[in-house]
């Protein structure tokens, strides 16, 4: 089933991709030759490209349409940045926990607040300011400017682009320091030693900067609205209903946070019913993939009890799929339940503050307010 070229296809993508998934389409070609995927074996395939059908490609390890490194390394610090990411939480959990359900007690806006609350968490994680001070405004500035729900659409995109000039700039400087320096053995080891330590000597400043970001985009925007969405289901409902793992995961199928993953082909091939030339681009959209009527009853309901029994085949990529999937998807999960999970108990008032949704790299929840209150 093809789109119609409009611009509101553009401008409101959720709504023609829920028309079209009303038909039951077997494939949707978005544009010419852009091949949206709606079944879970084809979406496998472009995701884990057993056969080499398609360019390889990593949407965590990506500078400028190149792969970062080698596969070994990219391995290397994955490993390292969880496993130091899991010490950094557990030795704050209970403080991050109470930051939450503060916001919560003050009734702020959200999903900025979810942002808010990430970067103020993580950031010693991400840069220790002690070594890298020159970091925190820079920074500071990307989160209001890039991250806020809304920024990329209706902010200047001027403003953006001198920030990441300025910030790209200031990253190059740090690891070309960081790497004259021996290698850092204190206790607020960061993203910026993790990288150096994993990385070959001549990898360039520049491609390192490049994945800081990743990094950063990843714990600030991804993490950041995937609490958002669960907050957001939890509030419309009055309150946390289910067990927390569960609404997660269902926040998850209903709004992917990662809707867009493109795969390039390296040759002609035939997926499913389609057959793909090269000069095609196909995309596995988890949004169509969690919504199609052939892959979960009732797919537009927010309905958590159906993860009590869920196949761990079910139709589900919300962080991507094989070899290249979101190297944090399971910190995610545990991390955003933890949250929730901590308000379990409490009756939560929602306020809808807009209708509006972005269709952004990351889909951020509309603005909402909620508050929290003891049941009398």
């Avoid at 070594?131 to 001027?158: C, E, F, M, N």
């Avoid at 869920?310 to 589900?316: C, I, L, R, T, W």
């Amino acid at each position: 089933m093809r789109l119609e070229d409009t611009e509101e296809k553009f401008n409101k993508p959720f709504q023609a991709l829920d028309q079209a998934l009303s038909k039951c389409p077997a494939h949707i070609e978005f544009e010419q030759d852009n091949y949206y995927v709606t079944d879970f074996d084809s979406a496998k395939q472009a995701m884990g490209n057993p056969d080499g059908n398609y360019v390889e490609q990593s949407d965590f390890f990506n500078v400028n349409g190149a792969m970062f490194s080698t596969r070994d390394v990219q391995i290397a610090i994955g490993k390292d940045a969880i496993l130091s990411l899991k010490r950094y939480y557990e030795q704050r959990r209970s403080k991050i926990i109470e930051q939450f359900k503060h916001q919560i007690n003050l009734g702020q806006r959200w999903p900025d607040s979810a942002n808010d609350l990430m970067y103020n968490a993580f950031y010693d994680f991400l840069v220790d300011n002690q070594r890298s001070p020159q970091l925190r405004k820079l920074l500071d500035q990307v989160l209001i400017y890039s991250l806020y729900s809304g920024q990329k659409t209706h902010g200047a995109g001027w403003r953006r682009a001198f920030i990441r000039m300025r910030v790209h700039r200031a990253l190059r400087a740090v690891f070309k320091a960081r790497r004259q320096q021996n290698p850092y053995q204190g206790n607020n080891r960061d993203v910026i030693d993790i990288l150096l330590a994993s990385s070959p000597e001549n990898e360039s400043p520049k491609a390192l900067a490049q994945i800081f970001l990743s990094f950063f985009f990843a714990i600030n925007s991804s993490m950041a609205f995937t609490l958002a969405w669960s907050l957001y289901f939890c509030a419309k409902e009055g309150g946390v209903l289910h067990p927390a793992p569960w609404i997660v995961k269902e926040a998850l199928r209903l709004w992917p946070v990662a809707w867009n993953l493109p795969r390039t082909p390296s040759k002609a091939h035939t997926l499913g019913e389609l057959d793909i030339k090269q000069t095609d681009t196909v995309t596995v959209c988890p949004y169509v993939l969690h919504r199609h009527p052939d892959n979960w009853p009732q797919p537009e309901r927010f309905y958590p009890p159906r993860w009590e029994n869920a196949s761990a085949d079910a139709p589900y990529m919300p962080f991507g799929w094989g070899t290249h999937k979101c190297i944090a998807s399971a910190f995610a999960l545990t991390f955003t339940a933890d949250l929730i999970g901590a308000i379990q108990g409490q009756q939560l008032t929602f306020e809808q503050l807009s209708d509006e949704l972005h269709p952004e790299p990351a889909i951020a929840p509309p603005a909402f307010r909620v508050t929290a209150h003891n049941p009398a």
